[in-house]
């Protein structure tokens, strides 16, 4: 229950099965502020629990009378209230800023559960949950609402406002999409953009009509989600999204026009356009990646953040013109290399499975430069390397769609991805003849090595009017092991044609020979962005 002055007290009952014995000190994830007043179990028995102030010891944890069994299955009763987990922010609008511990839970994100999830508000706001609606009713001067998962969800969580609601039902595939924004602005921004009548709501249709485009493209590409229904709805946040499982926190920078986004922000505001771009699809994508696909540990960490990036750079290529795709994988590719104050860059501080240890003091933006742009580029050379001058993206396509599968519910890690593409794999990708993608993973998963590439060629006339190409590419600034395939691209007649691979291991240079029917008017090795590069370079001599 939320009361009117956004402090809330709950109830929570807690089924879960034991997986391992002997535990009697059950550690339980709850905002510190949120404090317990009872805990019961089975039978409605008593059970002494620890929390101490805030302040002392932050942790909330039950004891058990008796120690747990393997496989049995346990129920709790817990009594809750306090505050800190919504903020007001004025004129309707609040910040949920307690996401994932505003209710008693049990390893969020690491196990998925089904959810019954009942809320009872000021009825003058709105509640939007995780789930399905299931009802809606009226106590008195408080809005009801019961919400049912009918799959399992890593999460639970909710978003709360002075909403206007806008829905769209897919006529393709039926996916029911809601749009939830508020009328007014928040009050720090009300005095910044009051020469405007700046109405988040009013660019709702927009957000439907994105979200509806984006769910299509995903579900072509990844496989269809079980969901049935997302969200889409507006935080008083500026700069930063998050999603859960069917219900996704937009930044209310994302309900307003570029004008609006103007008014605010002056000359700033042409810097925020890739991610205003970006972020509806980014967050869609997490549907996907780290809900229906969890993750092992933070060492996989990439394979959520990194599989939405490369989420995003599908919605960039199914949207904009080629130019702007180049500009994507461009600018991801200097969020990996530029070097910072103290003279480092994100590759610098370790492998991309090193996750959030990847920051330290004299690179603290690290993580964030590796685990999206780098794990979105392993993407994107996967798919290259996959990629079928007739079918084209099917074996990346079916390949995805199996790993979505066979973790669906479930904790992937890197190796399991690995797996998955090893299923997958053509004899073209087995150059270590063991039919498995140890080289590239050791190369960009587990290694550091970021390669410059130059290639030198010359045509010269041969018989018949055709032409003889022979290239030298060298590898450079990496490891003796580090092993690339590089695509070799010539334009001809005005057409792009793929010419097989050229492989190098180590600093070394490898030689190509072609015949050609014509000279090429260009000669790429990186035309569909497939290769992370410090550096390329293409000369004719």
């Not at 969020?335 to 610098?348: F, T, V």
Request: glycine share 8%.
């Amino acid at each position: 229950m939320i009361n009117g002055g956004a402090q809330i007290a709950g109830v929570t009952d807690l089924k879960f099965t034991a997986k391992t014995t002997g535990t009697r000190v059950l550690p339980l994830g709850l905002l510190p502020n949120l404090r317990v007043a009872t805990v019961t179990g089975e039978g409605h028995r008593e059970m002494p629990f620890i929390q101490e102030p805030v302040k002392d010891d932050p942790f909330f944890h039950v004891i058990l009378p008796e120690p747990l069994v393997a496989g049995r299955s346990y129920q709790l009763h817990i009594e809750y209230e306090g505050g800190m987990v919504i903020e007001k922010e004025g004129n309707g609008n609040f910040a949920v800023g307690a996401r994932e511990d505003w209710y008693p839970n049990l390893n969020t994100f690491l196990d998925h559960a089904t959810y019954d999830l009942t809320f009872k508000i000021p009825k003058q706001f709105m509640l939007v949950s995780v789930g399905k609606l299931a009802k809606e009713w009226t106590e008195g001067n408080q809005a009801c609402s019961q919400w049912i998962s009918e799959v399992p969800l890593a999460v639970a969580g909710f978003n709360y406002g002075s909403f206007k609601k806008k829905t769209l039902t897919d006529k393709e595939d039926k996916y029911e999409i809601e749009s939830y924004a508020n009328s007014e602005l928040p009050d720090y921004l009300r005095n910044a953009g009051q020469s405007l009548a700046l109405t988040p709501a009013s660019m709702a249709d927009r957000a439907l009509v994105e979200s509806e485009n984006t769910i299509r493209l995903y579900e072509h590409w990844f496989g269809t989600s079980p969901y049935g229904r997302i969200a889409i709805t507006q935080q008083p946040q500026f700069d930063f999204g998050q999603s859960w499982p069917t219900l996704v926190y937009l930044p209310i920078s994302a309900f307003l026009d570029s004008t609006q986004r103007y008014s605010l922000l002056g000359a700033n505001a042409f810097g925020f356009q890739n991610f205003i771009q970006e972020v509806t699809p980014h967050e869609i994508a997490h549907q996907w990646w780290g809900h229906m696909v969890g993750l092992s540990s933070y060492h996989d960490q990439w394979l959520s953040e990194g599989f939405a990036e490369f989420s995003a750079s599908l919605y960039v290529e199914a949207t904009e013109k080629p130019d702007a795709v180049g500009k994507f994988w461009d600018r991801l590719r200097d969020e990996i290399a530029q070097k910072n104050q103290y003279g480092n860059s994100p590759n610098d501080a370790g492998p991309l499975w090193l996750g959030e240890r990847l920051n330290y003091s004299k690179n603290p933006g690290a993580y964030r430069g590796m685990i999206y742009p780098k794990g979105a580029y392993v993407l994107q050379m996967i798919r290259s390397l996959m990629r079928d001058e007739k079918t084209g993206d099917q074996d990346f396509i079916a390949m995805m769609k199996d790993f979505v599968q066979t973790y669906l519910y479930k904790n992937a890690s890197s190796e399991g991805f690995k797996d998955t593409v090893e299923k997958h794999m053509k004899a073209s990708l087995d150059v270590e003849g063991n039919h498995r993608m140890d080289w590239f993973f050791r190369d960009w998963i587990y290694g550091t090595d970021l390669p410059k590439y130059h290639l030198d060629y010359t045509i010269t006339p041969a018989d018949g009017g055709k032409v003889v190409f022979e290239g030298k590419l060298t590898q450079s600034e990496v490891s003796p092991d580090f092993l690339m395939r590089l695509p070799l691209y010539f334009e001809i007649d005005g057409k792009w044609v793929a010419a097989g691979r050229v492989q190098v291991r180590g600093s070394n240079t490898a030689t190509v020979k072609a015949t050609l029917p014509k000279a090429p008017r260009n000669v790429s090795i990186n035309l569909n962005h497939d290769v992370l590069a410090a550096e390329i370079s293409v000369r004719k001599q």
